[in-house]
Antibody, heavy 121, light 110 residues
Framework: DVQLVESGGGLVKPGGSLTLSCAASGFTFSGFYMNWARQAPGKGLEWVSS????????YSADSVKGRFTISRDNTKNLLFLHMNSLRADDTAVYYC??????????????WGQGTLVTVSS | QSALTQPPSASGSPGQSVTISCTGTSSDVGGYNFVSWYQHHPGKAPKLLIF???KRPSGVPDRFSGSKSANTASLTVSGLQAEDEAEYFC??????????FGGGTKLTVL
């Protein structure tokens, strides 16, 4: 079975940094685009960032460009989100999700349960 | 990128049908047949219900169906069951490798 397990969330002060991880299993990780999305308290989902299967292409939402960097380690089946200059409005549950981009479509077919990031002094 | 517009809430009695709308623009929903819908129970992983406007992954009951007209996509849940009570999100490809989501609709089964 496909499994995605996020970790690394926690409480961080404004301006601080945090790195989230997503451990993937049950599929050939190196064959898929991967994403991070987030949901702030009381708000809808927001796509954050995508990375191609071999890390050639990376895309990010305008709201995180220049502050967040997505990366992956295909030897360890891990996806990362490196978050810098964190702001209060980055407070959210962060989800990793597998993407069907690269197979001719655009949708997220598997998601993790999320990890909570709280930015507060 | 602007979020897609969904009604914040919807409701129906067991056995009834409910339709949830998702309105975007010609740059996202109206421009591509890459609309997807997700079901999210609190504390759990979101689950894919519909992809490419009206296709169901294996294992998703045919009570869930999707459609699109111009810039508005819709998810219909027929034969409502108690376990359908959840939040539902739509999503669309928006060009230039961007994806946009809707604000979510909380479905209550009365």
């Amino acid at each position: 079975d496909v499994q995605l397990v996020e970790s690394g969330g926690g409480l961080v002060k404004p301006g601080g940094s945090l790195t989230l991880s997503c451990a993937a299993s049950g599929f050939t990780f190196s064959g898929f685009y991967m994403n991070w999305a987030r949901q702030a308290p009381g708000k809808g989902l927001e796509w954050v960032s995508s990375i191609s299967s071999s890390s050639t292409y990376m895309y990010s939402a305008d709201s995180v460009k220049g502050r967040f960097t997505i990366s992956r380690d295909n030897t360890k089946n891990l996806l990362f989100l490196h978050m810098n200059s964190l702001r209060a409005d980055d407070t959210a549950v962060y989800y990793c999700a597998r993407d069907r981009r690269g197979y001719g479509s655009y949708y997220f077919d598997y998601w993790g349960q999320g990890t909570l990031v709280t930015v507060s002094s | 990128q602007s979020a897609l517009t969904q009604p914040p809430s919807a409701s129906g009695s067991p056995g009834q049908s409910v339709t949830i709308s998702c309105t975007g623009t010609s740059s996202d929903v109206g421009g591509y047949n890459f609309v997807s819908w997700y079901q999210h129970h609190p504390g759990k992983a979101p689950k894919l219900l519909i992809f490419e406007v009206n296709k169901r992954p294996s294992g998703v009951p045919d009570r869930f169906s999707g459609s699109k007209s111009a810039n508005t996509a819709s998810l219909t849940v027929s034969g409502l069951q108690a376990e359908d009570e959840a939040e539902y999100f739509c999503s669309s490809y928006a060009g230039s490798n961007n994806v946009v989501f809707g604000g979510g609709t909380k479905l209550t089964v009365l």
